[in-house]
């Protein structure tokens, strides 16, 4: 039997296996810097040192944009940050509230949390890309005309769900109102008037 405790143990790190490690490890310390090499992404902050990134093209309300992004950045960070489109608000930052909601190819989605290259190629639609120029979107007037906000910071994101329904769905039910906006909260409690807004745009949308 051989008495050589370092052969019998394969979990025993001898010391010509400890300084191959430490030479292993000087090594990707040495080339880690090359591979994590940080990037300058302008901001309307001024530039921010990122470590990574990927550049992505995508439509936000009508105009094609290229920009490249860190690969941590959200849809939000990119649309207020980089492009200046503060509609969508960042209020949980979790997606629990909706008030960050925004279309992408056509559905809501929580704009805090959708990494921003995964709108790589899409068409992104804000609350300041409701309107057609001058002319609100029935959605935008029935809110007016239904108090349909109060404090206003939820809005956004209501339009944007509400919009979004209505264009799957144009003559909802109260229940298929309440439903698809569920995902949407209002500090203010101002839900009634809400979902009112919502069904009187199907209203005159359906007229118009």
Do not use: W
């Not at 810097?33 to 936000?60: C, F």
């Not at 057609?132 to 994101?157: A, M, S, V, W």
Request: proline share 6%; hydrophobic share 35%; aromatic share 4%.
């Amino acid at each position: 039997m051989d008495k050589n405790p370092a052969k019998n143990n394969p979990r025993r790190v001898t010391r010509r296996a400890f300084i191959k490690g430490m030479g292993t490890g000087a090594l990707g310390t040495a080339v880690l810097p090359d591979l994590l090499r940080a990037e300058s992404v302008p901001t309307k902050k001024g530039p921010v040192s990122v470590v990574g990134q990927k550049t992505i093209t995508l439509t936000v309300n009508g105009s094609r944009r290229t920009l490249p992004v860190a690969v941590n950045d959200t849809l939000l960070d990119v649309l207020r940050e980089r492009l200046e489109l503060t509609g969508a608000k960042r209020v949980c930052d979790r997606g629990e509230c909706g008030g960050c909601t925004v279309l992408l190819d056509g559905k809501p989605v929580y704009a805090c949390m959708t990494l921003a290259f995964r709108a790589d190629g899409k068409i992104v639609t804000t609350v300041e890309g409701l309107a057609r120029g001058d002319k609100l979107h029935p959605l935008q007037e029935t809110f007016i005309e239904n108090d349909g906000y109060q404090c206003g910071f939820c809005t956004p994101g209501f339009l944007m769900t509400g919009a979004a329904l209505l264009q799957k769905n144009p003559h909802p039910t109260p229940e298929e109102v309440k439903l698809a906006l569920s995902g949407n909260l209002c500090r203010c409690g101002n839900y009634a008037r809400i979902f009112h807004a919502v069904s009187a745009a199907a209203k005159k949308m359906k007229g118009a």
